[in-house]
């Protein structure tokens, strides 16, 4: 047969038999494709709404901290509570995805009320038990009051307040540490008039807010698990803060395959090749990293808003004095923290950029809802994760001994005695 007969043969078995099999072999499976492709486009909707619809059922609550007059521990005590807040669990699978638990989250907040400075922290009422025991054991004589929460007497109005609002992120990787008190020397406890706090001149820009100006900074928090999505895969999951840093300690220390160890090459007793040439600065960046993914570690966003009426406002003293102070963690070497440029304010620069100041006033209406709520890490603010381990986070948040001298910084006029008997559970 010639072989333009076959071919010919085969155009027409193929447009009598096979095409119509296919057609109906592919309308036939149409409906699971369709239910398939649904649920990949409305899962992430779906798990938002159960979340969603959790959180108003949840009753929360804002307490306050005020100091005792003769504050002497270094930031390693707020670690240790920072450690007790330390919960991963998010439940069952049908718990997750029927119901919305999540695993539980807290809020940091640092503020400052027309110069009067105050320590915060928002969190769920069931949870306020084991936070405040965890508080009264590493300060004994810190006062622990339920308040109501200062965001709700703020409300926009563009015609009476202003709003400079920010969301921060790392300069380097995650893996990378900030500097932190061990850093500074504060894990030796040295005495008050030779330590060395990196959080002191942020609280003595608190303290110069003035009248008719609030400056409100927020760090949510919660405890940091394997749960991130691989790139390039669907469904796979890891840690990868870890396997950042771990891969990075390989890269300075020229280990390629840590699986494999040849003779000569990985020294038997660290498992790390057997380097000589490398420099003092390398075997600094390793140890930092090494140390930092150590310890245990929470998924971390820091927000700030400066609030002032208009005939006050003034963006170079509320943002400056934010971000500028904020640089006190930074090292060239290993971390920083900078303001998120794809966030609210930072985006308008030009004054043709926003007509009639539109999406100025529509980024502080959602900055300031944002912070209302504390939502970070689940729908509807999401901002950007950073992880931090508790060292690093204590550094960021701590309650400064009486080296800080600010007059507007309020302590606790005398020693307490122990802790409450009756504590919530």
């Known amino acids: ?37 649904l649920a990949v486009i409305f899962w992430e909707l779906w798990v938002d709404y159960v979340q969603g619809k959790n959180f108003l059922g949840i009753k929360y609550t804002v307490l306050e901290l005020k100091l005792p007059k003769d504050t002497f521990k270094s930031p390693l005590a707020m670690e240790s509570v920072l450690i007790s807040l330390h919960n991963t669990s998010n439940g069952s699978e049908y718990a997750q995805y029927w119901k919305g638990e999540t695993r539980p989250w807290y809020s940091l907040e640092l503020v400052s009320i027309e110069g009067q400075i105050k320590f915060f922290i928002w969190t769920e009422d069931i949870r306020k038990g084991g936070l405040m025991s965890a508080l009264y054991s590493q300060y004994p004589g810190i006062e622990i009051t339920e308040r109501e929460d200062y965001t709700r007497s703020v409300h926009y109005d ?11 992120k790392f300069t380097k990787p995650d893996y990378y540490p900030i500097k932190t008190y061990v850093d500074y020397g504060l894990d030796k406890d040295p005495k008050e008039e030779f330590k060395i706090d990196p959080l002191l001149p942020l609280i003595e820009f608190l303290g110069s807010v003035g009248p008719n100006q609030q400056v409100w900074i927020q760090i949510p928090i919660r405890a940091h698990m394997d749960d991130q999505k691989v790139p390039g895969h669907l469904f796979k999951h890891a840690d990868l803060w870890k396997e950042g840093a771990q891969k990075e300690i390989d890269k300075i220390l020229l280990i390629k395959d840590r699986k494999t160890k040849v003779a000569g090459e990985i020294n038997p007793d660290t498992g790390y090749a057997r380097i000589p040439t490398i420099s003092d600065p390398e075997k600094v960046l390793v140890e930092s990293i090494g140390r930092s993914i150590s310890k245990l570690a929470f998924d971390c966003g820091i927000r700030a808003l400066y609030i002032g009426k208009k005939d006050v406002f003034s963006t170079p003293f509320g943002a400056g004095g934010i971000i500028g102070n904020l640089k006190q963690f930074t090292t060239e070497n290993l971390n920083g923290i900078k303001q998120n440029s794809k966030k609210w304010h930072l985006r308008l620069g030009d004054p043709w950029l926003d007509y009639k100041n539109y999406r100025r006033n529509r980024y502080s209406r959602i900055a300031l809802m944002a912070y209302k709520r504390r939502s970070y890490f689940y729908a509807p603010f999401k901002g950007k994760i950073m992880v931090m381990n508790t060292e690093e986070l204590a550094t960021v948040y701590h309650f400064p001994g009486s080296v800080a001298q600010t007059p507007s910084l309020e302590r606790v006029p005398s020693k307490k005695g122990q802790a409450p008997s009756n504590l919530p559970v």
């Open 1 to 37: 047969m010639p072989l333009s007969q076959t071919f010919a043969y085969l155009v027409q078995d193929f447009q009598t038999n096979l095409l119509p099999q296919s057609i109906q072999f592919a309308i036939a499976l149409a409906p699971i494709m369709l239910m398939v492709l």
């Open 158 to 168: 563009p015609k009476e307040i202003r709003i400079w609002a920010a969301e921060f």
